[in-house]
DNA sequence: TCTGGGGTCCTAGGACCC
DNA sequence: TCTGGGGTCCTAGGACCC
């Protein structure tokens, strides 16, 4: 926890509905449902003039139809929001380079990093109105709700406190007063089972927790959670805002109106699935290991086979071969209403290509940095920087944004930070030469 | 016809190694 | 002839998040 409220958390109000409803003017002021569409599909955003029927997200499309019979139900476009989604981005990394994005409608800012003048109440307040009014601008019309508070934990229940289109700043010193009386539901990360279990253990506020001792949280759920519990409910969370986060896993699934019984049917569907995952793995230059599948029966039970393969792939043929040999260990005889194939334990590298114009075999000099530092093939050309924190790679850039990630000997994995590409800190050197 | 899709992290047991 | 002990990898399942 900082001395001071400078971590900032934006959440973009009912965030796909919004989009729908700025696109198509006659949605506006109506209740607006996306997602629910198919068979057995659920919500995924409602308007509020939705909400205000009782419609939620996660509830089934049969609900919500029941609720809210007159909504508007969309299936959602996700071009348009992953586009209103960069811009975005794009604003709160005009504020501070170091920006963290949840998903496409929340994201952290650590504005620390930013050019403010200090970090004081009134300055960061007036910082996050401007923010908001930038995302106003920049949408064409959404509203943002921000919670700006001394961690990450703060700041995101800070959000929850105004919404929509508010603002809320939990000054340094004042979060114990908030988070005493709130539910411990409100912490990320305890949802209903976990609720359920300490319920059973008498805890229901965080006040309750904090009364706990941190030997009986962890024997009651274990050693992270428990921990993370126990410093949370004392308002401490050293967590860092970061600007980039490691893919760790690739997958498609899907759920089906029917329940499937026929095999080869079965396998039909993984074949493609496969070849979906394969595909997104060459576009994003991943490989992995470990091939997954996930078949959800007609009760709900969830079971999942994996097999790791001896060296990493991304082809979809290899991908399917594992798969269907995967479901072959199961009885599938009762149905099946999901099936789902994935690959993790991605190789730390990626294919050149994703650096840009070295296509050439010849020109491409492999680099496999340690593993720490998810090392990546590299081709003379790819950036190479430094800063005061020593040398570091370029892992990604974009909207004006380069970001790095540095080479550490110790402390696996190296920082990563952005920087905006005009940044003087970033000092070009030449890529090494042959050997 | 209750219960999406794409993820992350954690736990726990067994294999295997030194 | 009464059980080490740690570390890593792999697998299956579960909780949780948006």
């Known amino acids: 926890m900082r001395s001071t409220a400078s971590v900032l958390h934006l959440d973009l109000d009912a965030f796909f509905a919004a989009v729908e409803q700025r696109d198509k003017p006659s949605l506006r002021g109506k209740p607006v449902i996306v997602g629910g569409t198919g068979g057995r599909g659920v919500v995924a955003t409602a308007s509020y003039e939705a909400r205000r029927y009782g419609v939620g997200s996660a509830m089934s499309g049969r609900e919500a139809r029941a609720r809210c019979p007159h909504a508007a139900f969309l299936s959602g476009r996700f071009h348009a ?3 209103t989604s960069v811009r975005v981005m794009e604003v709160l990394r005009d504020l501070s380079p170091l920006v963290e994005p949840l998903s496409l409608d929340e994201a952290f800012v650590d504005l620390a990093a930013a050019d403010l003048p200090d970090l004081e109440v009134a300055t960061v307040t007036a910082a996050g109105e401007r923010l908001r009014q930038r995302v106003h601008e920049v949408t064409g019309g959404l509203t943002a709700t921000v919670g700006i508070a001394s961690s990450k934990f703060l700041a995101k229940v800070a959000s929850e406190l105004d919404k929509p289109d508010g603002m809320t700043v939990v000054p340094p010193g004042t979060e114990l007063d908030l988070l005493r009386p709130m539910k411990v539901g409100v912490i990320p990360g305890v949802g209903p089972a976990t609720a359920e279990r300490l319920r059973r253990a008498g805890i229901h506020t965080i006040a309750e927790l904090e009364r706990i001792e941190e030997d009986e949280l962890v024997r009651l759920l274990g050693q992270a959670q428990g ?8 308002a401490q ?20 109106d029917n329940d499937l019984t026929d095999r080869r049917l079965m396998e039909g569907l993984l074949t493609r699935q496969a070849r979906d995952v394969g595909t997104r793995m060459r ?3 991943f490989s992995g290991r470990t091939v997954s599948i996930k078949v959800r029966l007609h009760d709900f039970t969830t079971l999942s086979r994996s097999s790791t393969l001896p060296s990493p792939t991304d082809d979809g043929g290899t991908i ?4 269907r040999t995967l479901l072959g260990d199961l009885d599938t005889t009762g149905g099946v209403r999901l099936l789902g194939v994935g690959v993790s334990g991605l190789a730390d590298w990626v294919q050149e290509d994703l650096f840009g114009e070295s296509t050439d075999e010849d020109d491409v000099e492999e680099v496999v940095l340690p593993p720490q530092q998810r090392s990546r093939t590299w ?7 430094h800063d005061e924190m020593g040398r570091g790679w370029v892992w990604g850039s974009g909207s004006g944004v380069v970001t790095v990630r540095f080479e550490t000997a110790d402390t696996p994995p190296g920082p990563v930070r952005s920087f905006r590409s005009d940044d003087p800190a970033l000092h070009r050197v030449e890529p090494p030469t042959e050997d």
């Not at 399917?320 to 798969?323: G, H, L, M, N």
Request: cysteine-free; aromatic content about 6%; overall charge positive.
């Open 81 to 83: 929001y992953r586009e």
């Open 320 to 323: 399917a071969r594992v798969a």
């Open 379 to 385: 081709a003379p050309g790819a950036d190479v920087v």
């Open 227 to 234: 921990h993370g519990l126990w410093q949370l409910a004392r």
């Open 283 to 285: 576009k994003n230059g």
């Open 237 to 256: 969370d050293p967590r860092p805002v970061l600007a980039e986060r490691e893919t760790k896993s690739i997958s498609v699934e899907g759920t089906y």
